[in-house]
Every structure is written in C-alpha cells, then in structure tokens.
C-alpha cells in the first residue's frame, strides 16, 4: 500500500490568494483527519471525515477554511483567501475505524508570505 | 477543557533508559496513543493502551494509569535513531470516532 499520499508536499503563496490542498486516504480506511502543526501549537485537528461525511469541524479556524471528501479516496483542503499566519505544516491522516491508530500523510509544507 | 501535558525536552545516552511522562485531563477517555516524529516528518503510530497497565513491544513500553490521567513511554537500550519528538494523544470521545487530542510532544536528544 502507498499510505497516505498528500500533495503538494510544499507551496509557497502570496497573502491573499487561494490554496488548496490535497488527501487520497488509504484504500478502506472509514476515517479521515486533517491536522495542522506548528512549533507554538502542535498538532491540532482541524476536521474529521466518517465515511465521507464531516463530524467534527470544530478546530477550523475560521471561514477562511473549509473541508471536502467527494468521495472515499480524495479530500481538499482550501484555504482562501490564505494569511501569514496560516504558514504551518499541514497533515492528512487516516485510520481503518474507531480506536485504531492513524496513519499519517508526509504533509504539505505551506508558507504565506 | 480538554489538557494533555508531557515535558518539552530530554536528553540522554545511548544504551540508556528514559521515561517520558505524560498527564492528561480530557472529557471522557477513549485510549491513549504515543506517535514518534521525526524532524521533517510525519508522526509514526508506536503505542496504545485503553486499560491500565503497561504494554511492551520491543525496546518501547507504554503505561497507563487511568485513575491518575497519567501514561508514561519508556525506551531501552537507546539508539541515535531514536532522537526524534514523542507525541502523546487522548481520544477523548466516547462516541464513534477517533478524534484524538495532542499533547505538544517531548524533544528527546540521545546523545554518545
């Protein structure tokens, strides 16, 4: 198996313009995370999918983010319009159910100069 | 709220033993998991425990006392390839789901 597959694995963008990054989960897993770390605040959930449906979109930060899995192999992550303050490595993980451990994507590099 | 605390740096010696502690006060407790990451890496899956005690594999054992919030992560015979970041995580819920809670992890630095 491939694992987690994230893309880009790093962007560099300008204060203002649209990110979007990308999830292919690993083939049968039910659940997936997107997680953001930083040095000041480590890992953090940002969402979670349950079969392709979001459950829990309490850690997005604001409006400027949003979440989507069309289908059990491929989630987007969007930031617009993006800010410095959004510069942080960003994860995608998946797990086969409830109470596994989660495997983990190489994450995206994002910087917003 | 929802607080998961463990030291932010250890240092020690190849061949040694070290114990990274971990509290945490979450609502409700659903296992407790311990990741390894690697500089400019993602988190590795290392443990879980759901009932007290202590699980070993290999070199790394966890422990978990749920009376006390408290788990520790303790590596033997230390190698330089285990300097890394130790990640402790709660999940929380009792529902469906995994969402687990992250601690900000513990630096460890093995030295020769």
């Known amino acids: 198996d491939a694992g987690v597959i994230q893309s880009p694995r790093h962007e560099v963008t300008e204060m203002g313009q649209e990110v979007t990054l990308r999830c292919k989960p690993i083939?049968?897993?039910?659940?997936l995370f997107w997680y953001r770390q930083t040095m000041m605040r480590g890992l953090e959930l940002l969402i979670y999918?349950?079969?392709?449906?979001?459950?829990?979109d309490s850690g997005m930060p604001e409006d400027r983010f949003s979440a989507k899995m069309p289908n059990a192999s491929f989630s987007t992550l969007k930031i617009q319009p993006s800010e410095p303050r959004d510069s942080a490595v960003y994860f995608c993980?998946?797990?086969?159910?409830?109470?596994?451990?989660?495997?983990f994507g190489p994450g995206t590099r994002l910087t917003v100069t | 709220g929802q607080n998961i605390d463990q030291p932010t740096e250890m240092t020690a010696t190849e061949g040694a033993i070290v114990q990274i502690n971990c509290t945490y006060q979450?609502?409700?407790?659903?296992?407790l998991f311990w990741y390894q990451q690697h500089a400019g890496e993602a988190p590795t899956f290392l443990s879980y425990?759901?009932?007290?005690g202590l699980e070993e594999k290999g070199r790394f054992s966890s422990f978990l006392s749920r009376s006390k919030g408290y788990s520790y992560l303790l590596l033997k015979e230390l190698q330089m390839k285990d300097s890394a970041s130790y990640l402790c995580?709660?999940?929380?819920?009792?529902?469906?789901?995994?969402?687990?809670?992250f601690g900000k992890g513990t630096t460890l630095s093995v030295s020769s």
């Open positions: 083939s049968g897993h039910d659940y």
């Open positions: 425990n759901v009932l007290d």
């Open positions: 979450t609502s409700g407790f659903n296992g």
């Open positions: 995580a709660v999940a929380p819920n009792t529902a469906a789901g995994t969402a687990l809670i």
């Open positions: 993980a998946s797990s086969p159910g409830d109470r596994y451990e989660q495997y």
């Open positions: 999918f349950n079969n392709n449906v979001p459950i829990d």
